[in-house]
């Protein structure tokens, strides 16, 4: 049966809050300036919602020309990218890529907004290609996050109090697979795109981040935890590459090629 897409969603800054948008452009790396900018340690180590739950409350917004940020309390970052500034060697989890630093104005922001130094950089395109063939930019290994709209309508009939979609930070959400289809789908067309879905996504510490307060909790990993555990990970939504890359727009159909 065909489903539909209901959301498409970029973070154009690692670990900040997402942009909801009503159509955009697929690319061989996932939505386009889908984790292009990155905050590091002086050390080179990328910074996330793991560490920074508060990061979620940066609100980033990105054009292709101009990097806006909001956050509480102080004026909003506007930054222009630069090309020609020192390339460093960082990291995302286990992966060696590179990311051009973006200066002291922009360092000198985050590190006053999130209390502790940091920097921020935007990816170069030097990464090793992920498990599936995927080559994201600072995502963690895989370009894109499918997860089903009936996948959290599941869940929320578990918990006490329901939780939102961005919970889970996908780039794709789409209606009509049924509670957790997309685990069991190996291709699919959206659009006049095709993506594959490669590897079910480990779930960890951010989904607990309520992406409006930055405030932790115990849900929903402790419910996930009694139904959807699988070789000790928790497991919620597949990680997808893009096949045929095209444009994207909700209300997109969705058809099943393949089947796991």
Request: aromatic letters at 4%.
């Amino acid at each position: 049966m065909p489903g539909t897409l209901t959301e498409l969603n970029v973070y154009p800054l690692k670990s900040g809050r997402g942009t909801s948008l009503a159509e955009a452009e697929l690319t061989s790396r996932g939505l386009r300036h889908d984790r292009e900018f990155m905050l590091i340690t002086p050390e080179g180590r990328f910074l996330s919602q793991r560490q920074i739950a508060p990061m979620a409350l940066l609100r980033p917004s990105y054009d292709g020309t101009v990097l806006t940020v909001d956050a509480p309390g102080t004026a909003p970052l506007v930054h222009k990218p630069v090309d020609d500034g020192p390339v460093l060697d960082v990291t995302v989890h286990r992966d060696d890529c590179q990311g051009i630093d973006q200066g002291d104005q922009a360092a000198a922001w985050f590190s006053s907004v999130l209390g502790r130094d940091c920097r921020l950089v935007r990816f170069t395109g030097r990464r090793v290609p992920a498990e599936g063939g995927g080559e994201p930019m600072f995502a963690d290994r895989f370009p894109l996050l499918l997860i089903s709209a009936e996948s959290l309508a599941d869940l929320n009939g578990r918990l006490d109090e329901p939780l939102p979609m961005n919970r889970f930070r996908p780039t794709l959400v789409v209606e009509g697979l049924g509670a957790f289809g997309e685990d069991s789908v190996r291709l699919l067309r959206i659009g006049g795109t095709v993506i594959e879905l490669v590897k079910a996504c480990t779930r960890c510490l951010i989904t607990t981040t309520d992406q409006e307060t930055g405030e932790r909790g115990r849900e929903p990993l402790r419910t996930l935890a009694s139904y959807r555990t699988v070789d000790q990970g928790i497991r919620f939504g597949q990680n997808g590459v893009p096949r045929t890359p095209g444009p994207l727009a909700l209300g997109d159909p969705v058809d099943i090629l393949e089947a796991k």
